[in-house]
């Protein structure tokens, strides 16, 4: 592909000194076919092919592990699985070792997504008004008056 510049000092030969393809070819040292490409190129954007959606290959586990770490979000932090540690337990189970096609980090970066959408769930659900507004402080036995913050 050649740059903007050159582009246009090809089409710019066409356009106002009137040469035929064949002497803009010979003139510019590029070959014929690219010549006329970008001499009868009305559209100077590139062209964009989106992705094409793929079912990803950890789909069939995923419910197992989101699971996992639904059960991991009630034990303290220091007892939760790791990303690593979930793979490692997907392998040694039978019936998920068979469904499991993909790589070590696939695992990793789900679980770690994951996690980092549920805990900002939880977070929102307990600071933004998904609870009750007073809750009665444990040791003291007596109202404890949360405030509501404006979040921008």
């Known amino acids: 592909m050649l740059d903007m510049e050159k582009q246009n000092y090809l089409s710019n030969l066409s356009q106002y000194e009137g040469l035929s393809l064949r002497e803009i070819a010979q ?7 690219t010549v006329k490409k970008y001499v009868d190129r009305e559209d100077w954007n590139m062209e ?3 992705r094409k959606a793929r ?5 069939p586990l995923k419910p197992v592990i989101d699971g996992w770490i639904m059960e991991d979000l009630k034990r303290s932090r220091k007892n939760r699985r790791t990303g690593t540690k979930m793979y490692n337990d997907l392998l040694v189970h039978e ?3 068979k469904l499991l096609s993909v790589g070590k980090h ?3 970066n ?7 959408e549920l805990c900002k769930k939880t977070y929102q659900t307990a ?3 998904l609870h009750s507004m007073c809750q009665t402080h444990t040791m003291l036995n ?7 913050i404006s979040v921008p």
């Open 95 to 97: 019936e998920h070792s």
């Open 127 to 129: 600071m933004f008004g």
């Open 106 to 108: 696939t695992v990793i």
């Open 142 to 148: 007596r109202p404890l008056i949360l405030r509501t």
């Open 55 to 59: 079912v990803s290959q950890l789909e």
């Open 27 to 33: 003139r510019s040292g590029h070959h014929f076919n």
């Open 110 to 116: 789900y679980v770690s997504c994951r996690k980092k």
């Open 48 to 50: 964009h092919k989106p």
